[in-house]
């Protein structure tokens, strides 16, 4: 299909995060209650491990979060093509400063809503001796509620929106922004959405299923799309990912929209793409690659899909754009899509 003539919009809603890559050590960890490759939920006092690390010399900083990576991948993807806007919620603070700059940077619109009374979402990632421990604090980024669709200028991007994609953790603390979506996207709007991680299918498989009729384009890894079609079934535990696939492309679909299509990525083994064909569509990916970091790579497929497809309207070569982006983001730290 030929390419549209003229330039696209896409809006990604999500969860925005200050991510910040440091050195640590024994010391550090034991000042901080962190475990060696641990994940841990921030309390008040690493309000000081946050400051330290945002304002250290050899921390590296990056807009991170699954949505917010997504669209900083699908406005590289896209070039001069079009535009690419993101909405979620941060904290009247430093650190949601940064990111805002850090988006005007890359040439993505930043549509932030503010709250006073959280401070913007964080999570530091030490690494030594080979290992990682994470710290997250969510703050303002999980309080994006369905009235601040409805903010001046979020309102009006949505509308006008070609491409519309929204992580599946929204599922679970905001469940009203996904429906909200869902019910007011236009036929000739792509509605996209993530699952984002087993627990979202295991635990708010209701709720997914509720929205999934309207969801033009579904993204999940192996893991997900199993627990999803396990939850859908309940009887039993599902163990093949083809049979997932079926499970979930029986959910219902209005006659009026085209097939859904159901992207399943599966680390370096093939994606599976089902685009409700008599036969599933299988993507090979490149075997040799030095991975250096498999974080972000399904968001930058995502993006990188979303951004082409919106364009040309062609699911293979949307596909593998999607592969080679999620291939460059394996070979650089954390999900910068302008690293070289």
């Given amino acids: 299909m030929a390419e549209t003539n003229h330039e696209v919009c896409l809006v990604f809603v999500g969860s925005p995060l200050l991510d910040i ?9 034991r000042k901080f209650g962190l475990q060696k490759d641990g994940c841990s939920r921030a309390n008040d006092e690493h309000d000081l491990l946050f400051r330290d690390l945002f304002l250290g010399p050899d921390s590296r900083l990056s807009a991170g979060g699954s949505a917010l990576n997504a669209a900083r991948v699908s406005k590289w993807t896209l070039g001069s093509k079009g535009q690419v806007a993101f909405v979620g919620c941060v904290g009247s ?20 809503v503010k709250d ?9 990632c030490l690494t030594f001796d080979g290992m990682r421990s994470m710290c997250t604090r969510h703050g303002a980024s999980a309080k994006f509620s369905k009235e601040h669709l409805y903010v001046e200028g979020i309102h009006n ?7 519309i994609f929204i992580v599946g953790y929204f599922v679970g603390h905001s469940p009203d922004v996904v429906s909200e979506l869902a019910e007011n996207c236009s036929p000739s709007q792509v509605f996209s959405v993530s699952l984002s991680a087993e627990y979202i299918c295991r635990d708010y498989a209701g709720a997914l299923s509720k929205v999934i009729p309207r969801v033009d384009v579904l993204f999940g890894n192996e893991v997900e799309v199993k627990a999803f079609a396990t939850a859908l079934r309940g009887d039993r535990n599902i163990t093949a990912v ?7 492309r029986k959910l219902p679909r209005s006659a009026t929209l085209p097939p859904r299509i159901l992207i399943v990525t599966r680390g370096s083994d093939p994606v599976f793409v089902d685009d409700g064909s008599d036969d599933l569509r299988v993507f090979q990916v490149p075997k040799e690659v030095p991975v250096v970091d498999s974080v972000g790579c399904g968001d930058a497929l995502a993006g990188a899909f979303l951004a082409s497809y919106v364009v040309s309207r062609d699911l293979d070569s949307a596909v593998r754009a999607g592969i080679q982006a999620a291939v460059k983001i394996a070979q650089v730290h954390g999900c910068n899509p302008l690293a070289s």
Avoid: F, M
Avoid at 116 to 124: D, I, L
Avoid at 242 to 248: F, G, L, Q
């Fill in 116 to 124: 006073p009374n959280e401070k913007t979402g964080v999570c530091a």
């Fill in 157 to 163: 991007k949505v509308k006008a929106a070609h491409c």
């Fill in 242 to 248: 083809e049979e997932a696939i079926r499970v979930i």
């Fill in 21 to 29: 890559y440091a050195e640590g050590d024994d010391t550090l960890l």
């Fill in 93 to 112: 603070d430093e650190y949601g400063e940064w990111l805002r700059e850090q988006l005007l940077s890359e040439d993505v619109l930043p549509l932030y």
